[in-house]
């Protein structure tokens, strides 16, 4: 039984996000699901009428941010889990440079990120409990050729995330990064990624490893793999095609 | 007022740890400052907890998600008269301030608690009692006037010849705010009690102690040790006290300098750290040696040998160790506290006592006391005596803890015995119906109509129990 009673998924609609919801529910947890999809939603509360509820929301709006999370935690009856894993990975072709697709990337998966988890950051300070999770991505370890911003919006999920963990583990609170690798998904499909994760086993291992509060990817693999990816040196990285 | 946001929320615990939520707090210091905080629940569409020191051992000062009205600093003594004894103050001033204002023109407390750091207005809301409870009754009983704000937006001045009086004392702040209370002090002459140590080999001479004093002494109390079994069954330490009487016109014991409590043990070791070693023996193994440490020592020193003692080391004990509650830590604990009539309360203590050993749930520490009925409420009050039991608390036990709980609920039901809402944790809600009584909870549901109609009170406790 996981140890969660009450948890917001932002990002809720689809992949990692909704199989989230759906464990946590079966775990017994109360889940708020925030997405922009509302039908989305009505499917997640009508498989658990009881533990689910959906708030529509475009992560895109700052500005309701603070107000629409206190709501949620009063709806919830409490707050212990908060998991980010909102995110979009427009194609982008190889020598294109579109501000509007990069924008929004930057929007979505740096920005909607700051303005939820600062919220529970706050509010996990003051009660000195609770645990963040920020889905980011084995794509932010190193610029490449094929993302550019979704790779520096990963980036920047995977520093920013390690700012909060070193403000908020000497009041008792949780901060775990994850960094899948490749995951089936609604993102990813059109990518025909090989060797892809389901989304559903990608979720369970983020479940079992959110009290890690550390740096986490899904597979030892991806750890060796991404390790020497860091490490490549850059005149050499230049010349490859991932 | 600004409505709930994260910049205000904060985790609210029960003294026994268990017990934890969070809420947003606020702590005004006027009446015009809680009329607020209910306009910011009325907006936001939150109920409101009151909560004073938090010295409830389970969930009756919390509430998650609601607002947490913190009354600690309405703290002001607004009244103080040495010839009369009447102190009137703010709810939120503590048992310690009162003593400290009034001791040394030779007033006492007339009921305190174990610990003296209970706020008035919290002890009134539970109506409190002390180990004189045979005697002295509950706290309310010497309250002259209280002032109620109710959520409606009423202010109240109630006195004891009002119904309302015995609804708005013992109703856990359910029915509306207590914001200030006028106590009649109880006159002194000496800050010494006389204290006869008894030790009982058995349930059998606890209650005879009990018998024997409870027309003649001022206090009485009684320490069990869980532990023992068979013929030792009940086995522990019986205190009976007395005031005494100083011809001296200001006898220096009544002096501050008198009634602190020592910071050290034997002058040097601090008293601040016990808890941290009294966690390594917090064990079940552990407790049963000190238990029994602390028997054997009663046989064979002091027994049957009055001393002194000073009225804060005699009445506060459990201020002694200073945040001992964090022995118990991580889990916490919870204090199960059943009173029961005398006629039935040997029989019903001795088979609580059976069943924790039979679970191998023994109690870490017992408290044996001697009560009287009172008209309040919510009332825990009977004609007979109370169990006070401390349980450990660990995430695997804590089931286990429950479902022996409720096991002797049934007995002290059937008993036609009461529980007490600031001890309580475990009750079900039938286990509350059960022992107020459908007419107690018409009462309450009834003058909550008028006072709250809006439902704005309540606390975890409440909506456990299903009392709002």
Request: with cysteine; aromatic share 10%.
């Amino acid at each position: 039984m996981s140890k969660y009673h009450h948890a917001i998924v932002v990002g809720a609609s689809s992949g990692i996000g909704r199989e989230l919801t759906l464990l946590l529910a079966e775990s017994g947890c109360k889940v708020a699901a925030v997405a922009r999809r509302g039908d989305r939603l009505e499917e997640l509360e009508r498989a658990h009428p009881d533990l689910v509820f959906g708030v529509v929301h475009d992560v895109i709006a700052y500005d309701d941010v603070p107000a629409l999370f206190v709501e949620t935690t009063g709806r919830l009856g409490g707050l212990d889990l908060v998991v980010y894993c909102s995110g979009v990975m427009p194609e982008v072709g190889p020598s294109e440079f579109d501000f509007a697709k990069d924008r929004s990337m930057i929007e979505v998966n740096a920005l909607g990120a700051v303005a939820w988890l600062n919220q529970a950051a706050t509010r996990f300070q003051n009660t000195r409990s609770g645990t963040i999770v920020g889905v980011g991505s084995v794509a932010g370890e190193r610029g490449r050729v094929g993302q550019p911003v979704y790779n520096a919006s990963k980036a920047f999920l995977h520093a920013y995330l390690e700012a909060l963990r070193n403000r908020l583990s000497k009041h008792g609170v949780t901060v775990t990064t994850i960094k899948p690798g490749p995951v089936q998904t609604e993102m990813t499909a059109r990518l025909n990624l090989a060797g892809a994760m389901p989304a559903k086993d990608a979720a369970r291992m983020i479940l079992a490893k959110a009290s890690l509060g550390r740096d986490c990817f899904l597979k030892p693999t991806h750890r060796l793999i991404f390790w020497i990816i860091r490490n490549f040196p850059t005149r050499l990285f230049r010349k490859l095609k991932v | 007022m600004d409505g709930p946001s994260n910049e205000r929320i904060g985790r609210a615990t029960g003294f026994g740890m268990v017990a934890q939520g969070d809420g947003y707090w606020y702590r005004p210091t006027s009446v015009e400052g809680i009329r607020d905080v209910f306009e910011a629940a009325r907006r936001s569409g939150r109920k409101v907890v009151i909560r004073g020191s938090g010295r409830s051992y389970g969930d009756a000062a919390l509430l998650p998600e609601g607002l947490i009205l913190d009354f600690r600093r309405m703290n002001n003594i607004l009244a103080w008269d040495p010839e009369t004894g009447l102190l009137t103050a703010e709810a939120g001033v503590t048992l310690e301030q009162i003593w400290r204002h009034t001791l040394e023109d030779g007033w006492w407390p007339p009921v305190v608690s174990g610990t003296m750091f209970p706020t008035l207005g919290g002890a009134l809301a539970m109506n409190i009692h002390g180990k004189n409870a045979y005697r002295k009754g509950t706290i309310g009983e010497h309250v002259t006037e209280i002032e109620v704000l109710t959520p409606s937006g009423r202010t109240l001045i109630l006195q004891p010849d009002d119904d309302a009086f015995y609804e708005a004392i013992s109703s856990a702040g359910l029915l509306g705010v207590i914001t200030r209370a006028t106590l009649q002090m109880k006159r002194v002459s000496s800050g010494d009690l006389r204290v006869l140590p008894l030790s009982c080999a058995d349930w059998e001479e606890q209650f005879a102690c009990m018998e024997r004093f409870e027309g003649d002494a001022d206090y009485m109390v009684g320490w069990v040790d869980a532990f023992a079994k068979g013929k030792s069954c009940g086995r522990g330490l019986f205190h009976a006290a007395w005031y005494l009487d100083e011809p001296a016109e200001r006898p220096s014991s009544l002096r501050m300098d008198r009634q602190d409590l020592p910071d050290t043990i034997l002058g040097f070791f601090p008293k601040s750290m016990v808890w941290r070693y009294l966690k390594k023996l917090n064990n079940r193994w552990g407790m049963r040696q000190i238990n029994w440490a602390k028997y054997t020592a009663s046989r064979l020193l002091g027994h049957g040998k009055p001393h002194p003692q000073s009225l804060v080391a005699f009445s506060f004990l459990l201020d002694y160790v200073p945040n001992w509650q964090r022995a118990y830590l991580p889990g916490g604990f919870i204090q199960y506290q059943s009173f029961v009539p005398k006629e039935h309360a040997r029989r019903v203590f001795a088979e609580q006592f059976r069943m924790q050993q039979e679970a191998r749930l023994e109690s870490f520490l017992a408290v044996f006391k001697r009560h009287r009925p009172d008209r309040f409420l919510l009332s825990h009050g009977v004609d007979g005596y109370s169990l006070a039991l401390d349980f450990k608390v660990t995430e695997r036990n804590w089931p286990e803890v429950r479902r022996l709980a409720h096991r002797m609920n049934e007995l002290v039901l059937e008993a036609g015995g009461r529980f007490y809402l600031a001890k309580d944790a475990t009750l079900r809600p039938e286990d509350a119906r059960a022992y107020l009584g459908d007419e107690t909870l018409t009462r309450l549901r009834t003058r909550k109509a008028e006072w709250d109609p809006e439902g704005l009170l309540s606390s975890a406790q409440a909506e456990r129990l299903g009392l709002v």
